[in-house]
């Protein structure tokens, strides 16, 4: 039961936390970290604050009852000895210890008592009690021999009992005497405390004032404190509002802390980011702008010329219109290319994901670029090392594929060859493009993914490439969490090898 009870103890614990945290945060004044430092700060600052005013005035009571018991102690003393050495006990009528009880009395604003060992009151101060019976635990114990004192902080008295003894010789055998203390009677008296209380009073009036001084300076303090905490955030705030409102490009820097420093370079780095991805937005525009209007500047030229001409012979006319068809065609490829990479550029989700034999795949597309490869004279090898079957996009692999061979044909010598691999481990299933071609510069080989890139643009216009083929095909091979890599020497010829995991991996 008991674990069972902890369990739902702890559990409430917790829940009461969580509602108090939410409480709090749904308080606006409280989420504002101006506000928590300052409260941390007086708080941190008034706590030593008010428990040394606690502290002090406690202190000062404790040692002032005790100061006070001690000197009444001493007194009560003396005035006992008197007592026995006049009988006092006996007769009350001896002036003398008479006045020093009186003194006694007023000098403590209290009341002494003289109780005898019958418990009866001899003497009272006041006068009320004599020669009453006095039966209480403090008298008691003291006629046994044993002081008590009492301080009733309520009632601002102390109380206290001394017993009144007389030394007493006892014959302890034939020539021996002992000395022994009897207690004959007890003295209590109840003294006021209203002197330590007045002290008191002034004393905490004072520490109040020193107090309220103290919380003064420390408001003044914790604002101060604030403001020079906060003012490093409110630094960068106003510089992200700048940058968001386009005034300045220029990277944020608030070094007056760490943190501020922080904040400010991973801005940098986004911005950074952004602006990259704003530059190959816009060139990425103008690119796709410039290569849709070449061909229909070249159309136009063509048909121009037609037009401003009469009597055009059929021939002529027929060369011109077979350009301007070509130029249409071209035109057509590279929307044809643009929505591909369009497509590729959606998520992963877009992926239309099957099991597909990846040799039937490169079969067939090598069956129908072998037309284009007997056109240019080149050799088309296939090898398969192994049987693969892959969890992929038959679509985006097969653009893939024909785009890597479609350049190997494209960008080959005559008499040469390309030669396509296809082999597997465990995880993954490799293809391997290699040509015996012109090859790509080494400075070119960074740059061969990017949208529009050729190296020579003239050359790859003449052979209808539009300069999106591998951007397409790096877009395909990333889609299926694959990699792809190119090595090449200038004149003697290009290997592309794509590597994609046989089963496919979701995001
Ligand atoms: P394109 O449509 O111009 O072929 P790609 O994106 O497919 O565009 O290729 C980009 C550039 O990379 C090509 O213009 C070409 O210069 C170079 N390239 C691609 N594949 C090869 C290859 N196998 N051999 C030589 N150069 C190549």
Known sequence: MFPVNLFTCGLSGVWGITLLKDRIHNIIFLRSLKTRIFLILLIVGLIPCVSMRYAILRNYEQRAVSVRTSDITTQLRILANHLITYHYLQDTSYEVINAELDQLSNLYDGRVMVINNDLRVVKDTYGISENKTMISEEVVRCIKGESTNKYDKDNGYIEMTIPITETVRFEDGPQETVEKEVVRGVMLVSASTDSIRVTMDILSRKALLVEIIAIIVLFVLSTLAVQALIRPFEKITEALNKAQEGYTDDPISVTDCLETEHIGDAFNRVLGRMKLLDDSRQEFVSNVSHELKTPITSMKVLADSLISQRDVPIELYQEFMTDIAKEIEREDKIITDLLALVKMDRTAADLNIAEVDI?????????????????????????????????????????????????????????????????????????????????????????????????????????????????????????????????????EGTVFRVRIPLSYIPV
Do not use: C
């Open 359 to 491: 040799n039937v795949l490169v079969e067939l597309i090598m069956k129908r670029l072998r037309p284009i490869a007997q056109k240019r004279d080149v050799e088309l090898v296939y090898e398969s090392v192994r049987p693969v079957t892959a969890a992929v996009d038959e679509v985006k692999m097969t653009l893939v594929i024909s785009n890597l061979v479609e350049n190997a044909v494209k960008y080959n010598k005559e008499h040469g060859w390309v030669k396509v691999t296809l082999d597997a481990d465990h995880q993954f299933f490799t293809i391997e493009v290699a040509d015996s071609g012109i090859g790509i510069p080494a400075e070119s080989l960074d740059h061969i993914y990017e949208r529009f890139y050729r190296v020579d643009k003239s050359r790859s216009r003449e052979i209808g490439g539009t300069g999106l083929g591998l951007a397409i095909t790096r877009s395909a091979v990333l889609m299926h969490r694959g990699s792809i890599r190119v090595e090449s020497v200038e004149e």
